[in-house]
């Protein structure tokens, strides 16, 4: 498999705290892997550490992205090289359509001016996969949705901007049984041999309609155990107790 993500011994703190302590990890294209861990163990720490979030201080390691290294890049530095994020609440932003935001979106990312009638169409079918009314394109982003709602269109930004890396934070908290249904086929449907998915999440339901390859345990800024789904099943069952004594 061709490496997408190398990370070696990344540290990161917020202000005074240290939050992550030595990850190495490694993303191959084709690949699902899932964060789990308790709250404040460090999994959307590192995601913002990849995205490049400035509030997040790296105080050691290096991050190589498609085999370069991007510890100095801007947000919308590493969004055009091919990464993105969604959020575990994701915001209103009064004043722009989800139409105009995608447009905007990708015309920056690929540095290419979006062709009307084709974005449309492409807009419009993405939409349609994923239940969504198509008049939702013309509604200011997020403002008056609902928590379902706001997380399909999370992957509605995933479908149309085409990442070939994909961090989804809890995409999958709060939905009803529909909806997550919904959201598995839009990550199944994005996910292809040529790019990689990171889930952060607590729980199995969305995990057990993706079939992830691999599963890692956060526990105090470390990755503490890693290996299949049979861990996933496990820490559903019996929680994270058990792994808060683990050294890999």
Not at 82 to 103: R, W
Not at 143 to 149: K, M, R
């Amino acid at each position: 498999m061709t490496e997408l993500l190398k990370v070696k011994n990344l540290n990161a703190k917020v202000e005074d705290n240290h939050i992550l302590k030595g990850i190495d990890l490694t993303i191959n294209k084709g690949e699902i892997h899932v964060f789990m861990g308790p709250n404040g163990a460090g999994k959307t720490t590192f995601a913002n550490c990849i995205m490049g979030n400035p509030k997040y201080e790296i105080t050691d390691g290096e991050i190589y992205y498609n085999g370069k290294r991007i510890n100095d890049l801007a947000v919308d530095e590493r969004a055009r090289e091919g990464i993105f994020m969604s959020f575990q609440a994701p915001i209103e932003v009064p004043g722009i359509s989800v139409e105009n935001f995608l447009k905007t979106a990708k015309t920056e990312i690929t540095g290419e001016k979006q062709k009307i009638l084709a974005f449309n169409k492409e807009l419009k079918k993405q939409m349609e996969s994923l239940e969504i009314d198509p008049s939702y394109a013309q509604r200011y982003l997020n403002v008056g949705f609902s928590g379902g709602e706001r997380k399909k269109n999370e992957i509605l930004q995933l479908k149309v901007l085409n990442p070939t890396l994909a961090f989804l934070d809890e995409t999958d908290s709060g939905l009803d049984v529909d909806a997550i249904r919904i959201v598995s086929q839009g990550i199944n449907d994005f996910h292809n041999e040529e790019n990689a998915i990171v889930i952060i999440t607590h729980q199995i339901r969305l995990l057990e309609k993706i079939s992830p390859d691999f599963v890692h345990v956060f526990v105090d800024g470390e990755i503490v155990k890693s290996g299949d789904m049979s861990i996933a099943h496990d820490i559903d069952k019996n929680g994270f107790d058990a792994y808060k004594k683990d050294v890999i």
